[in-house]
T-cell receptor
Framework: EAQVTQNPRYLITVTGKKLTVTCSQN?????MSWYRQDPGLGLRQIYY???????DKGDVPEGYKVSRKEKRNFPLILESPSPNQTSLYFC?????????FGPGTRLTVL | SQQGEEDPQALSIQEGENATMNCSYK?????LQWYRQNSGRGLVHLIL?????REKHSGRLRVTLDTSKKSSSLLITASRAADTASYFC???????????FGQGTELSVKP
């Protein structure tokens, strides 16, 4: 089954404790992206990657890092999480047009 | 930056009625897509319309695109309670996969 998986689905952590949210797709897509969704602000792109070892900043990259060492994986790293990074995070992948979204990771930073 | 703006922000209708949502954008596009999101879950692609198309149908969905007005509309006919969700438009300014999403229309269909 074609899908995008994210882990964990839910995470509660404390300020400053490094965390990684994993994202994996099995559709051999070149393009992958991370979004955060906040009430009243819609979806905002954090980082995207057009292929292995090619990443670029989206609209709200501050406080986040990504890597793309393999085509299927695109982890999102928060080196020192802060409460303003409490949000619902989505990973997505696409070949050319339609984007396939993961189920989301709900992160709470205390 | 958010390019798409949906209107209305919220829409409540009765089952069987039609629901129309509008999206406006600012820059030239290659295509415009509509997505659906059930509460707290991932977005699901509904339909894509290219910049050289004016209208597209998929089941009970009808999408129009007016590039001169930089606007699109999504019509859901004969709505069902299961159509209750948030609907987002997204624009693709270049064929690289980067989409810019609007803030969505929250549709509630009452049985």
């Amino acid at each position: 089954e074609a899908q995008v998986t994210q882990n964990p689905r839910y995470l509660i952590t404390v300020t400053g404790k490094k965390l990684t949210v994993t994202c994996s797709q099995n559709m051999n897509h070149e393009y992958m992206s991370w979004y955060r969704q906040d009430p009243g602000l819609g979806l905002r792109q954090i980082y995207y990657s057009m292929n292995v070892e090619v990443t670029d900043k989206g609209d709200v990259p501050e406080g986040y890092k990504v890597s793309r060492k393999e085509k299927r994986n695109f982890p999102l790293i928060l080196e020192s999480p802060s409460p303003n990074q409490t949000s619902l995070y989505f990973c997505a992948s696409s070949s050319r047009n339609e984007q396939f979204f993961g189920p989301g990771t709900r992160l709470t930073v205390l | 930056s958010q390019q798409g703006e949906e209107d209305p922000q919220a829409l409540s209708i009765q089952e069987g009625e039609n629901a129309t949502m509008n999206c406006s954008y600012k820059t030239s596009i290659n295509n415009l897509q509509w997505y659906r999101q059930n509460s707290g879950r991932g977005l699901v692609h509904l339909i894509l319309i290219r910049s050289n198309e004016r209208e597209k149908h998929s089941g009970r969905l009808r999408v129009t695109l007016d590039t001169s007005k930089k606007s699109s509309s999504l019509l859901i006919t004969a709505s069902r309670a299961a159509d209750t969700a948030s609907y987002f438009c997204a624009t693709d300014a270049w064929q690289g996969g980067k989409l810019i999403f609007g803030q969505g229309t929250e549709l509630s269909v009452k049985p």
